[in-house]
Structures are given as C-alpha cells and as structure tokens.
C-alpha cells in the first residue's frame, strides 16, 4: 500500500514563525504535491514537484515556499506565516513518467495549521 | 481553463445506486477525467480515472459521453461509508489540476 505521512495532523503557529510542514511518501513516486483547503474553495494546489529540486508553482504559491531535497521528502515552508494561512494542508504523491493526469494521485492525512 | 462542474450535494438511499454527474465542457482531447473522495476528517483517495470509454474497477464505474464534455461516476450499491465530497478533476493547464467544491453525498440508511 502507498503510504504518504505527513509530520503533523494539528500544528498551531504565531504570526510571523517560519513554518515546516513535512511529507513523506515511501512508494518511490516522482511527483509530490501541495495544497490547501479551505471551506468553500475546494483544494487549490500551491506548488508541486516532478522530480528531486524540481519545482512548479500551482494556483496559489504567494507566501509558501517548497524543498525537495529527496526523493521521498517533500516540505512546505511559510516563510512568515500570517493568519490567512490557517488551513488544512493535503500533501499528495503519484507516478511518473507520463502525462501528469494519467496517474492516481495519493493523498497524506492533511496537517490542519492554526495561526495564531 | 478544463473546469469542472458538479452539483454542491446529492442524497441516495442505501443500498440504490448512485449517478454523481460532472460536467467538463472545456476538455481537451488529452485530459483524463479522474474522481476522487474524500470522507471526513481523511485525505481524499482515488476512486477512478478514465479517458475516452468507460471505465469499471472495485469502488465504482465511470461513464464517459461521447464527446467527453460529460461524465457519470456510479457507485453501484451505495452504503453509509460512501458518505463523502466526490470530486471530478481534469488537469487544467500544463500539470495542474483543478478539484473544485465537489458533490456532497448524503446516504440515507
């Protein structure tokens, strides 16, 4: 089975911390990604990553930044995390290889970040 | 933009199935159709994703219209544990995919 791990299921931060939010997923997939999601938006996908120090930005990557450093390890940083950053962050990993859309995404349990 | 458009909720009785319908009228030819669901307090899971002909697996079937612009997710025999948001995603542009508000699922026992 695919595992994805997330570092945190509940995380509570003051404004203006820096913030590490950390995924691990252990099936060897070259994407990974990251969202958010908020009552009535949906998820919105903030960035994603289709190999190792590969990077894109996704709708909404205006205050986030992303490291991948390994393969397995995918980390979201706010850089100063302010309060309309409070959110259920979803981390997610899939094949590749392809075309991006033919393959199954796998989703983390999500890390619900309050800041304060 | 490949947007997609579901209705905000839906209800089923137990045991009957389920048509969850998504609209996609701006598809392009090379976009996949995928759904996903996602229960309470979960990350959402894959459920099924197709191209141009229907598609059948454990958890459900997708039926695709002819001109893609369409598609039809059916849960055969619903249950309370398929109470969920259902989402129908398309890539959008380049490798984004856009998953929208999705379809509430109400199963009624």
């Known amino acids: 089975d695919v595992k994805v791990t997330q570092s945190s299921r509940y995380l509570v931060k003051r404004t203006g911390e820096k913030v590490f939010l950390e995924c691990v997923q252990d099936?060897?997939?070259?994407?990974m990604f990251w969202y958010r999601q908020d009552p009535g938006l949906g998820l919105r996908l903030i960035y994603f990553?289709?190999?190792?120090?590969?990077?894109e930005k996704g709708d909404i990557p205006e205050g986030y930044s992303v490291s991948r450093e390994k393969k397995e390890r995918f980390s979201l940083i706010l850089e100063s995390a302010s309060t309309n950053q409070t959110s259920m962050y979803l981390c997610?990993?899939?094949?590749?290889?392809?075309?991006?859309?033919?393959?199954?995404?796998?989703f983390g349990p999500g890390t619900r970040l309050t800041v304060t | 933009d490949a947007k997609t458009t579901q209705p905000n909720s839906m209800e089923s009785n137990e045991e009957e199935p389920v048509h969850l319908p998504c609209n996609h009228s701006?598809?392009?030819?090379?976009?996949?159709i995928h759904w996903y669901r996602q229960l309470p307090s979960q990350g959402p899971e894959y459920v099924i994703h197709?191209?141009?002909s229907n598609v059948n697996n454990r958890m459900a079937s997708l039926a695709i219209a002819e001109d893609r612009k369409s598609s039809t997710l059916i849960l055969h025999r619903a249950t309370l544990r398929d109470a969920a948001v259902y989402y129908c995603?398309?890539?959008?542009?380049?490798?984004?995919?856009?998953f929208g508000t999705g379809t509430s699922l109400t199963v009624i026992p």
């Open positions: 099936m060897d997939h070259e994407n």
């Open positions: 701006t598809i392009s030819g090379t976009d996949y």
């Open positions: 990553s289709y190999d190792v120090k590969m990077k």
């Open positions: 995603i398309l890539r959008r542009t380049g490798n984004q995919f856009y």
């Open positions: 197709g191209l141009t």
């Open positions: 997610a990993s899939s094949l590749g290889g392809g075309p991006i859309d033919s393959y199954e995404q796998y």
